[in-house]
């Protein structure tokens, strides 16, 4: 039987995520996860495509959502009381404008400071109505597309066997839910619908990888070019680019635990 071993969650997208042993599963993904983007002053996003130094960044948001703190090495870390109520501003992520509310000017000094360059942050409206794509549609915060994006060790294992490199970590592909017990590697290509802590998911689409896997999460500098380089070899997508993962929409919120088992109700073939 399957089983969920990691929990993680990013409360800014492209920061550091956080563990959980427990976390509340919405309809836009566990609690808190990319709820906060940081922009640049025409509110386009930053990402560690080009600003790999967001991944030494810590953020913690309280329980109830209302205090966000950042952390970072060499610096005094910022504590804010965070905003949803104040005017709204558009953002734009891939080019698809959205809307933020700005957390204010110590955040986006600190953010400044730590990234060498000037940045906002903002937070996911309440109002935030964004529809996801793929086979299931959903919605999420600031993610890159779908809520949930799930990964299973044994596809985590094949790709190091392959690589013949240094074993690559989990963190490297950044997923929300790892999974352990399907032998067969890239399993979760093909499930579609998947019951687990009381919550279902439903199948979106492959997570197809970009350069941010070739950053070393714990201290934020670029490290390729794996694993991309081996993903190449073997895991091309027919839409284009390469897959590891797969994201999931959320068709029924829950408390998920590590620990959980995970049933499979339906099943379909692989869009590798």
Known sequence: MATVTELRYYPVKGCAGVTAAQAELTRAGLAHDRAFMVVDEEGVFRSQRRDPALAAVRPVVSEDGRRLTLAAAGVEPVSVTVDTEGPRREVRLFGAPFLGIDQGGEAAGWLSEVLGVRSRLVRVP???????????????????????HLVSRSSLERFNELSGAQPLPM?????NLVVDGWTEPHTEDLARRIEVGGA???YAKLAI???????????????????????ARYRRATAGGVAFGSKFAVLRPGTLRVGDELAVGAWGPSEL
């Not at 963190?171 to 997923?175: A, V």
């Not at 990888?209 to 380089?229: F, H, Y």
């Open 126 to 148: 309440p109002e935030h109505d964004r529809v996801t794509d793929g086979l299931t549609p959903g919605t999420s915060g600031y993610a890159d597309s779908c809520a949930v």
């Open 171 to 175: 963190d490297r592909f950044r997923p």
């Open 200 to 202: 279902e998911l439903g």
């Open 209 to 231: 990888r970009c350069a941010v896997t070739m950053v070393d999460q714990s201290c934020g500098a670029k490290a390729g070019p794996e694993p991309l380089r081996t993903l």
